[in-house]
């Protein structure tokens, strides 16, 4: 009898990573993103899987999850993109791990350190409105750096905001406005190594944002969205039928008895529920597929346990393989749009006591 588990295809990841090196220059560095448990994928083993696949560069969101890595033995340059404390800083310049300023008080804050090179990142917002110093701010940014020789400005960066529509005028004047900002840092502060702005879907769509380098996320997974589908998606969802009930029409089915037989059916119980990351939004409406038959989801989907109809799977026992999702006959796009969501959060929201099984 298989367990509900996650499968994690290394297959599907060479190959998305083979397509994102065709469509960047050699010259430009990968920043592979894997914040989240790399999206829900594992951040451990997809970080040694990409090392393998010549990624050496690796950005997270905050500082436990870059310990995450080091913890793991695992070698490699880290970039912490999120929140930061000063605390934390602190701990990072004493391990050499290179973190995000995107505050003003942050610059100050490392401005008054003495006695060590403290490399670090710049973020600059130019119309995201969340993390960033603003482009009034710049001059000052350069005035403090230029006049500390231990603050080494290793990076400035920017995020897109709506890079997903192939004809943005938003994104474009994104790129305009930094690659001002980048030549206004050149000529004032030498030896910057990075200046970069493209994510998964800037990659994709917008070339002349690649810089010198980009920062794939959820490209490498295979949900971006792509022309000619050269993506595969890396996760897929299983789980498998522990119960095998028969329900007489009238009977209802699970929490608030929302669901109704409207003739005899036969049901399976399967061992996954939202506390596992399947949304609970997917009651009633969504599917799953046994030996390649759909079959829906009924009743209200449990913390731990859902319901779903197999009347039309004569075949079906105790013991079967169910698919939530896959990385071709349903996947988690699928699934993302049936809810109105994006495909991030529904990999993103597999829990950690799904057992992943890399492959």
């Given at each position: ?164 529509k192939e004809e943005s ?140 109809d197999i009347t039309e ?47």
């Amino acid at each position: 009898m298989t367990s509900t588990k996650v499968e994690i295809e290394f297959k599907n990841l060479s190959k998305n990573v083979n397509y994102l090196n065709q469509i960047i220059d050699k010259e430009v560095e990968v920043l592979a993103v894997v914040k989240a448990n790399a999206y829900g994928h594992g951040s451990v083993e997809m970080t040694k899987a990409l090392i393998e696949l010549g990624v050496d560069r690796f950005a997270v969101a905050t500082l436990k999850e870059a310990r995450e890595l080091i913890d793991a033995k695992i070698q490699c340059y880290i970039l912490i993109l999120g929140s930061i404390s000063e605390s934390e800083i602190l701990e990072a310049v004493k391990n050499n791990i290179v973190f995000t300023i995107y505050d003003l008080n942050q610059l100050n804050f490392i401005n008054s350190l003495k006695g060590e090179t403290i490399s670090f990142h710049l973020k600059v917002d130019t119309g995201m409105n969340r993390l960033g110093i603003d482009v009034d701010q710049i001059d000052e940014t350069i005035r403090t750096i230029s006049n500390n020789s231990n603050l080494n400005l290793e990076g400035v960066y920017t995020h897109f905001a709506e890079s997903e529509k192939e004809e943005s005028n938003f994104t474009k004047g994104q790129i305009r406005e930094f690659n001002k900002i980048i030549e206004k840092y050149k000529s004032s502060i030498k030896n910057i190594k990075f200046f970069h702005m493209a994510n998964s879907s800037g990659i994709i769509n917008y070339p002349d944002s690649h810089l010198n380098m980009v920062r794939p996320g959820i490209l490498m997974y295979g949900l971006a969205k792509n022309p000619g589908d050269k993506l595969s998606p890396v996760m897929r969802l299983k789980s498998s039928i522990i119960k095998i009930r028969n329900i007489d029409k009238g009977e209802t089915v699970s929490y608030g008895r929302d669901f109704t037989a409207e003739k005899d059916i036969k049901i399976a119980v399967i061992p996954i529920g939202y506390a596992d990351g399947l949304p609970r939004f997917l009651s009633n409406k969504g599917y799953v597929f046994h030996n390649g038959r759909q079959c829906r989801i009924v009743g209200t989907i449990c913390m731990d346990l859902t319901m779903i109809d197999i009347t039309e799977c004569a075949d079906a026992k105790v013991g079967d393989e169910v698919i939530i999702f896959d990385d071709s006959l349903h996947t988690a796009n699928d699934i993302a749009l049936a809810i109105k969501t994006i495909p991030y959060e529904i990999v993103c929201g597999i829990s950690k006591r799904i057992k992943r099984v890399y492959l």
